[in-house]
């Protein structure tokens, strides 16, 4: 069974920083990614790490301020935002996808399976 248990959101004024953390227990497919719904809005992918390569992928929205990384030892996903926005004000979920990473622009990336609960971020202006 896979867990995985976000942690890291809090509030910061615009252009500020935070890192969230995705650690997973259990068996985790090669791609994990990080997703963020606002309220009213659909839920969009942000960023994805193929974790075998290393390779990644990130919406064009947060491309060049996010960065999404791994410590395979410690079995986590971070993902480090700088120069925050309050249109990034969202849950932020981690989810595993074992059909592959999705790299297609949109933000609609299917077949991820696994969950975590989310973590809040609100960035003030």
């Known amino acids: 069974q896979v867990q995985l248990v976000e942690s890291g959101g809090g509030s910061v004024q615009a252009g500020g920083s935070l890192r969230l953390s995705c650690a997973a227990s259990?068996?985790?497919?090669?791609?994990m990614g990080w997703f963020r719904q606002a309220p009213g809005k659909e839920r969009e992918g942000v960023a994805n790490?193929?974790?075998?390569?290393?390779?990644?992928y990130y919406a064009d929205s947060v491309k060049g301020r996010f960065t999404i990384s791994q410590d395979s030892a410690k079995n986590t996903v971070y993902l480090q935002m700088n120069s925050l926005k309050p249109e990034d004000t969202a849950m932020y979920y981690c989810?595993?996808?074992?059909?592959?990473?999705?790299?297609?622009?949109?933000?609609?990336?299917?077949?991820?399976?696994?969950w975590g609960q989310g973590t809040q971020v609100t960035v003030s202006s």
């Open positions: 989810a595993t996808n074992p059909y592959g990473c999705p790299r297609v622009p949109g933000g609609n990336w299917p077949g991820f399976v696994y």
């Open positions: 259990g068996y985790t497919y090669n791609c």
């Open positions: 790490i193929y974790t075998v390569s290393g390779s990644t």
